[in-house]
């Protein structure tokens, strides 16, 4: 007769059993089982925030006493097989709608603790992005034949008349990659990536001295609360409950954002480092960093210097978020970065050496990292930008936008009345001028307003559709790492790797679909609810105490954010493998 081995939490709680115990009640009795369960198997505690996990609970409640889970290997084979049939199915419905919308192939690449180079592919339209694949590029990455190869396995994947374009950052050997797709693909486009460009604007923003003073001069006051425990909540006392720091999709998004927070708290951490409860405490008045922070608070340069970092960085903050949100923004960059560039002109108007410096660093990006022609063609075509006579930018766009229309239209039979058909758009005659038309321009989205009042331009219309309904972005999607490290294990054998590849899928496929369904008007798509605890604006050491390392927990499980991919990697090494796997 063999005799089970107790489990970790069964050596710790002896007394643990299926029954309640007699002094809980069964809902306190389950509260406890669900915490066990949490606490044996190093479930982040961000999971019980899913909608999926209230919905396992009703559905197990709806069960009755008695109910059995499905095994491990029920889990890994028949519900594996099951779902993954149910994404496909979703998969394929989308798809119809290539051929109107046509579609965004999104590639992603990042280094690993291993320095190997990962490429997780996407496809994005306007109903949904889904994950594609992961693929371990390190053996090539350098290799534009091979790389180049592997794009042209994933266009055909999709279909090479539905791709409108694809999105690569500039990990890669993006020349020699774009190079030959533009030759091979006479209809397909190579766009950067809008969030991308725009956070090393502000990446190269936070270098500039007085910015970067003064994130320090934040982070020691941000440093001081959140390595003390009765700071912080103190802290929490005269902000009501509202953190000081953020944690963005980067590190300079963070900071500033992190900065932007400080500053409305400023009033309160005032009155707080001048109240009793501070001054009469001895575990921190009158300490070195105590004085350090009251130096700051007090110091009115920090603050016009907190100003003017939040006003220079919020344009581009607003642009951001417009372009992370998942949703088709190509029509809508262009005019976004110009209202951000007349940010910075207004706001230094009286200063003309400031503003040279970041309208400098804004330039130097849009020409090196973001201009494409397909932003400006989709710009030219974006009705409430065509119609708004206070935009001065588009005959300058105008040159772009036919070499748009001369790739996507490439024969003169194809382009035969296309001038007509562009005179009538923009003079809004026909049904473009219909009031129905005219009142929907800056309400719809550009993509939709073409499909219903683009019948007077049906060549132009169905060219407009298909650059207006792609995203411009791949930081939206930028989640899970560890995750993938698992599938690209060296030890990892075919049969485990197979399972672990249907798994990813299912979970990044089930997060993204999440993501679309549950988007609300007050979420923030550049910033995560959990502190990132690894962050330089708290850790004060390499040596992080127990305490410190348990609040990090959460945020480095779930890998949601850029920043903990290292800490990521090292909560699950490679003998901690996920999904039992």
Not at 315 to 331: D, H, I, M, N, Y
Not at 356 to 368: E, H, S, T
């Amino acid at each position: 007769m063999s005799v089970e081995t107790p489990s970790p939490i069964q050596k710790v709680f002896p007394t643990v059993t299926p029954m309640a115990p007699s002094s809980l009640n069964n809902q306190e009795n389950a509260e406890r089982s669900i915490a066990l369960f949490f606490f044996e198997n190093k479930i982040d505690f961000s999971i019980a925030r899913t909608s999926s996990y209230q919905l396992m609970i009703d559905a197990i409640a709806k069960c009755g006493p008695g109910f059995t889970g499905p095994s491990a290997e029920t889990l890994k084979t028949t519900w594996l097989e099951r779902v993954k049939s149910e994404m496909s199915l979703q998969s394929k419905d989308i798809e119809k709608e290539w051929t109107t919308t046509g579609c965004t192939i999104i590639a992603d690449t990042w280094t690993d603790n291993k320095s190997r180079a990962l490429i997780n592919f996407l496809v994005s339209s306007p109903s949904r992005t889904f994950f594609h694949k992961s693929v371990d590029a390190s053996a090539y990455f350098k290799n534009t034949k091979c790389l180049a190869e592997l794009f042209d396995s994933v266009i055909q994947d999709f279909g090479a008349e539905n791709v409108v374009q694809i999105i690569m950052d500039s990990s890669f050997n993006y020349t020699g990659v774009a190079n030959h797709i533009l030759q091979n693909y006479t209809t397909i486009f190579v766009s950067p990536c809008a969030s991308q460009c725009l956070n090393l604007i502000l990446e190269e923003f936070s270098k500039v001295d007085w910015v970067n003073r003064c994130f320090l001069q934040a982070q020691t006051i941000s440093k001081f609360i959140y390595n003390n425990a009765s700071m912080l909540d103190l802290m929490k006392r005269f902000t009501g409950g509202q953190d000081l720091i953020r944690t963005g999709i980067t590190k300079s998004v963070s900071s500033f954002l992190s900065l932007q927070t400080i500053l409305k708290q400023r009033s309160r951490l005032k009155h707080m480092f001048n109240s009793p409860e501070f001054c009469t405490n001895s575990s921190y008045a009158n300490k070195t960093h105590s004085i350090s922070c009251i130096s700051i608070i007090e110091d009115n340069d920090f603050w016009r210097a907190a100003e003017e970092c939040v006003a220079i960085s919020e344009p581009f903050l607003k642009v951001l978020r417009e372009v992370s949100g998942g949703k088709p923004a190509v029509g809508s960059i262009y005019e976004l970065m110009t209202r951000a560039k007349e940010s910075i002109r207004t706001y230094y108007i009286m200063d003309e050496n400031k503003c040279k410096v970041f309208l400098d660093i804004v330039d130097r990006k849009w020409r090196d990292q973001l201009h494409s022609p397909l932003h400006a063609a989709a710009a030219f075509l974006n009705p409430s930008i065509q119609y708004n006579p206070e935009i001065k930018f588009l005959t300058s766009i105008k040159e772009d936008f036919f070499k748009v229309l001369e790739k996507l239209l490439p024969s003169p039979e194809m382009r035969r009345d296309i001038t007509n058909q562009i005179f009538t758009f923009t003079k809004a005659t026909g049904m473009f001028g219909c009031s129905l038309a005219m009142e929907a321009r800056d309400v719809v989205s550009p993509g939709l307003w073409w499909e219903q009042y683009g019948d007077s331009a049906p060549v132009l219309q169905r060219v407009a559709i298909r650059i207006l309904s792609q995203v411009c972005s791949t930081f939206t999607f930028e989640k899970h790492w560890s995750a993938f490290q698992q599938i690209h294990s060296e030890k990892r054998n075919k049969i485990d790797r197979e399972t672990l590849n249907d798994l990813v899928y299912i979970n990044y496929n089930l997060k993204l679909s999440r993501q679309t369904r549950n988007k609300s008007l007050d979420a923030d798509p550049i910033q995560f609810d959990d502190i990132d605890m690894t962050s330089e604006w708290v850790e004060e050491s390499d040596s992080p105490s127990p305490t410190q390392w348990l609040d990090r927990f959460g945020s480095a499980l779930d890998g949601n954010d850029l920043n903990t991919r290292q800490f990521n990697a090292a909560m699950f090494g490679s003998n901690d493998h996920i999904f039992g796997l």
